[in-house]
């Protein structure tokens, strides 16, 4: 049976409270008194912002009367517990709202004479900021394991594709073993694009950056696009960004537009609609506030959405990490939206995804606007001339097998070839050698001294020594201070390093 409240003598007894501690309505933090029937007695202004209803509203109404369903939560579990054994409870709650929207309070309840109290600070924010953090620390985490096992993997590659081609170099053209050192190679191949993906995972792709419109790139694509999600699936494009460049590699945009209308299809299995737009926005102070790692300015926004099935918030959570991937045996590597991630954050801008279950999805990629045309052309490697060379060239790697290859690589187009195993040898072999060395072939990632560290001091030994750095994963902080022309991205073949290295000695 339900216990009577006289209602006129708690508001009455609040009012002499309110002017004992000042106004209720004045805190930050919801208050709320509910009687032992979970009849909203009292709600300060706070708390009926909270809860999304005025107080007129709330007030003299139960809560499973406002908020069906609300029976059946954790929150009101505690509520329900507060209010029989008399006990103080805490916990955070995700609220769901009648219009489906979710919100975080932090929640404490106590009981009162009147039944019980609940006092509620909306900390959304607080949660939300976490959650970012906690993506943010476990794609920096998975990035770096990737882009370590990127490292060693090109290594390895470089191994065999070098030595592949010496074996083939040797082959007369009929030899029936011909076949199957291809096969090795195209293999090889095949393993490179994978460490290509997990490098652009980790950020540690070697890039060359254009300044491009995304509306050209989308009217450039729009054609591969909608024969890739097939006939079934409308491709819409809605170009708003008013000319706005942005600077990143261009297969690399390509490549991100292809990686989302690839699922975006695959969410569409009965057909629908793909549609990009464009336009400039500019992040102010509040987006800031919301949204770790992202910094205050101009953006080119693209939007990509589909009307598809949607993801739940488990898939949701992990879309981005790789070989994460919803599809059956055979149908994909779980790599393409990490690689989608990584290359948007490669190029200074960063992709949030919304997403509802059967209501489809829209991927956001903000991209810095570029203002200047300030980037040097990129410098490809020379395809004609005499590869050949007399110049001394000292090679130095920590792996005995790239060494060895670039060694006899070298050798085979004439240069005379030294050889070091480590930073600090290199460095006590130049103060002893008393013969010229024009050139240093060098890895850039190796134990104790890294190669730009180690060709400066070189250089301080012998001005005029040209540099070659050759590595299959590097950061931004070291790219920055390595020209371009005189670096080699592993895995590469025995006539791509003898050209690089005969245009760094040519220039």
């Known amino acids: ?5 006289d209602i006129a003598a708690l508001q009455a ?24 029937n979970l009849r909203y007695v009292y709600v300060n202004c706070a708390a009926a912002r909270h809860g999304q209803r005025s107080r007129e509203e709330l007030i003299g109404h139960s809560m499973g009367e406002l908020y069906p369903g609300i029976e059946s939560t954790e929150m009101f579990g505690h509520l329900s517990r507060c209010l029989r054994e008399r006990v103080a409870l805490a916990m955070d709650n995700e609220f769901q709202f009648s219009d489906g929207s979710k919100r975080w309070f932090e929640l404490r309840f106590e009981p009162v004479p009147e039944g019980v109290m609940v006092l509620s600070i909306d900390v959304d924010l607080r949660v939300r900021l976490e959650e970012q953090l906690r993506h943010a620390q476990k794609m920096e985490a998975v990035g770096r394991l990737a882009g370590g096992i990127a490292h060693d993997f090109n290594n390895l590659l470089t191994v065999i594709i070098n030595y592949s081609q010496f074996v083939l170099d040797e082959l007369p053209a009929d030899s029936p073993i011909r076949s199957d050192l291809e096969q090795i190679e195209q293999a090889a191949d095949r393993g490179a694009s994978l460490t290509r993906q997990l490098l652009n995972v980790s950020r540690r792709q070697v890039v060359e950056p254009v300044l491009l419109s995304i509306d050209e790139a989308l009217t450039r694509l729009e054609p591969l696009l909608q024969r890739l999600v097939g006939e079934d699936v409308q491709v819409s494009t809605r170009l708003g960004s008013a000319g706005g460049v942005i600077r990143i590699d261009a297969g690399h945009l390509d490549q991100v537009l292809l990686n989302l209308a690839a699922n975006a299809r695959d ?52 879309i981005f ?7 059956g045996a055979g149908r994909g590597t779980g790599l393409g939206l990490a690689t989608s991630h990584g290359i948007v954050r490669q190029a200074g801008g960063h992709i949030w995804v919304y997403t509802e279950l059967g209501k489809g999805t829209t991927f956001k990629l903000y991209f810095p606007l570029a203002r200047h045309k300030d980037e040097a052309a990129p410098s490809p490697i020379a395809e004609t001339g005499d590869l050949h060379g007399t110049e001394t060239v000292l090679v130095v790697d920590d792996t005995p097998g790239l060494r060895e290859l670039c060694s006899r690589t070298l050798s085979a187009y004439g240069y005379t070839v030294l050889d070091a ?16 060395i024009h050139a240093l072939v060098t890895d850039v990632i190796m134990p104790r001294m890294r190669g730009p560290e180690l060709a400066q001091r070189l250089t301080a030994l012998r001005p005029g020594l040209r540099v070659l750095y050759a590595s299959g994963y590097i950061d ?4 920055s201070v390595i020209d371009r022309a005189s670096f080699l ?12 290295l005969r245009e760094v000695l040519s220039r």
């Open 321 to 327: 990490e790789p070989f994460f991937t919803t599809k």
């Open 13 to 36: 007894e609040l009012t002499r409270l309110r002017t004992r501690l000042g106004t209720l309505d004045d805190m930050d933090e919801g208050m709320q008194i509910l009687d032992p």
């Open 421 to 436: 195993d480590s930073a600090e040898e290199a460095l006590r072999f130049t103060e002893r050698y008393s013969g010229p």
């Open 476 to 479: 931004e902080d070291l790219m």
């Open 1 to 5: 049976m339900e216990m009577p409240v």
């Open 489 to 500: 991205e592993k895995p590469f073949t025995p006539m791509q390093l003898a050209r690089r």
């Open 267 to 318: 969410a569409m299995p009965e057909g629908g609609v793909l549609t990009l737009r464009t336009e400039q926005v500019v992040l102010d102070a509040a987006y800031i506030d919301a949204h770790i790692e992202v910094a205050p300015g101009s953006y080119v926004l693209l939007s990509v959405t589909d009307n598809g099935t949607g993801m739940d918030a488990a898939t949701r959570a992990r």
